[in-house]
């Protein structure tokens, strides 16, 4: 069960599409990083979408027997990429050991319930992965919230990103002034990323979401579990770095119950009751955001986002399912946060 060899093929899909993503931001950045972060000031309002729509599925849902079934119907709404005979990484948020009516993780029921969608698919296998920030062995939160005999009731592999294997790659986009990110290796080479993340507020970057999630990615062995530089040189440029250069392939976020506050790991619980899932992440937490009464144009990361990675204006989004005022959900932030909030 704690086997975590990951094969690496000599080239991926991946890589010929990292290359033609910095292409395109070459084509249509002109200016390169400080181009693309033009909406980080300025008017908190101000973004263009520049054309770009996706959609995005909201689903009611409950930490039940059924969660397989409501993933399917958002996979149905929005469609993943194809995963016939593929490798899927679900690219959960661990974070933490668990801590007392604190729901700071991807719920177990969740992660079981898209590993069993995705295997509906013909996924070849599906890996659960994450690189923990605040505890250095995943296994031991692995074991705290009870994943781990769910892993083996289902012949899932975990693996920690922390110690995995790493690669160098080019930074697609540099806005971090780092010229290559080292990813962890089974991250970078799966052939479908998804990101599984809670539903979250957080102290700086304001929502902890898909894109968020993709810190976990980067390898704990050449930056330290918290890997504090990215912190240092600015928290929302590192989330648009990640995202630029191996951004998920699809997201299944974790609203069922939410935490709000002093997220990502000191704030209270929130009863949502939904999944929102789609295969851009900037349009999902776009969506996310709204769900939690949060303006997606106050948060700096997507705002920079919009118009490269996706859409995050409301008419440039089909939601499908349910509706954002039917299930909006207003979450509490800190203070300083006010004006996140609608």
């Known amino acids: 069960m704690r086997d975590d060899r990951h094969p690496a093929p000599s080239t991926t899909p991946h890589q010929r599409r ?20 033009a909406g980080c000031v300025g008017d908190p309002f101000r973004f263009q979408d520049n054309g770009l729509t996706a959609a995005t599925a909201i689903l009611r849902a409950g930490y039940d027997s059924q969660l397989a079934d409501v993933i399917e119907i958002g996979f149905n709404l929005v469609p993943p990429p194809d995963v016939t005979n593929k490798n899927v990484l679900l ?18 029921a969740v992660v079981i319930a898209a590993a069993e969608a995705f ?44 110690t995995a294997e790493m690669t160098r790659q080019p930074n697609a986009l540099g806005a971090t002034g780092l010229d290559h990110l080292y990813y962890a290796r089974p991250a970078w080479e799966a052939d479908v990323l998804v990101s599984v993340p809670k539903m979250k507020t957080h102290h700086w970057a304001g929502v902890s979401l898909a894109m968020k999630n993709m810190f976990g990615t980067l390898s704990g062995q050449a930056y330290g579990m ?3 530089i990215f912190h240092r040189r600015d928290l929302d440029h590192a989330v648009l770095d990640f995202n630029h250069t191996r951004p998920a ?7 069922i119950v939410g935490l709000e506050g002093d997220g990502p790991v000191r704030g209270t619980p929130i009863d949502v009751g939904v999944l929102v899932v789609g295969n851009n992440p ?41 509706t954002i005022p039917s299930v909006r959900t207003p979450f509490q932030l800190l203070p300083h946060q006010a004006a996140l909030v609608t």
């Open 249 to 255: 392939d699809y997201a299944i976020v974790d609203g």
């Open 18 to 37: 990292g290359l033609t993503r910095r292409e395109f931001l070459k084509a249509t950045a002109g200016a390169g990083p400080a181009a693309m972060l």
């Open 282 to 322: 900037t349009a999902v937490d776009a969506t996310a955001a709204r769900i939690m009464a949060v303006h997606p144009e106050r948060i700096d990361y997507l705002r920079a986002a919009a118009g490269a990675l996706g859409p995050i204006g409301e008419a440039s989004i089909e939601q499908r399912g349910e």
């Open 91 to 108: 690219k959960v948020n661990l974070v933490d050991l668990p801590r007392q009516d604190k729901p700071i993780v991807t719920n177990p």
């Open 226 to 228: 918290q890997r504090n």
């Open 119 to 162: 295997r509906r698919r013909g996924a070849a296998e599906v890996v659960v992965a994450d690189g923990p920030a605040l505890e250095r062995d995943a296994w031991q939160i692995v074991d705290a919230i009870g994943l781990a005999p769910l892993l083996q009731e289902h012949q899932l592999r975990f693996v920690d990103l922390n």
